[in-house]
């Protein structure tokens, strides 16, 4: 058998994940039509990834996100989208390049695509690289100006600590339907 220098697998792998940004893109226009909703599984390690601290520690490898009810923001750009999700109560934004998705699926029609992530012809800019390093830098200093000052409110009795971080509004349940993370091979066929 010869060699496959034209590399189809990759050149497929990159016109379904266009398929996936211009399903995306519609939903950011129109929304959601119907019944339609996408579980969409990526790795959180890969290039480009941008998610919070929190979102790492709690999913170091792979996440998936639903796309139904509850989002907003939904930004499609060249290489990656942008989601507005609530975690817990907790609203975060994630950014996810193309590159980085490894599943794609929609149960109201049985419609599924998997694929290797980082397996792409496409480079990730080297701005879009940046741009997200410079993110994680400036997140991380935030973080540690909040624990700081929280370090400073521990001389403060708990329920005033309290009434100085709560926001009015803020959902203080857990579970509050927002963002929902599941395995995607929960809604895979058993073969």
């Known amino acids: 058998m010869s060699e496959d220098l034209l590399r ?21 226009r129109t929304g959601l039509p119907g019944d339609h909703h996408f579980y969409i599984a990526f790795e959180t390690t890969a290039p480009g990834v941008k998610i919070s601290q929190r979102l790492k520690e709690r999913y170091p490898q792979e996440m998936t996100i639903v796309l139904q009810h509850q989002f907003w923001d939904l930004a499609i750009g060249e290489h990656a989208f942008e989601v507005g999700l609530s975690f817990g109560g907790v609203p975060e934004k994630l950014l996810v390049p193309f590159s ?88 895979r066929k058993k073969t």
Not at 119 to 145: G, W
Request: charged content about 35%.
């Open 100 to 187: 980085a998705i490894k599943g794609f699926f929609d149960p109201s029609v049985q419609f599924a695509l998997e694929f290797d992530p980082g397996k792409t012809a496409e480079e990730l800019p080297e701005d879009l690289l940046e741009a997200v390093e410079e993110l994680a830098k400036a997140e991380q200093e935030t973080t540690e100006k909040l624990m700081t000052a929280d370090n400073k409110q521990d001389d403060v009795p708990a329920v005033e600590a309290e009434k100085k971080t709560k926001k009015p509004d803020q959902d203080t349940e857990d579970g509050d339907g927002g963002g929902e993370v599941v395995s995607l091979d929960a809604f």
């Open 8 to 28: 189809y697998d990759i050149l497929i792998q990159d016109a379904l994940r266009g398929a996936v940004k211009k399903i995306l893109a519609e939903v950011g």
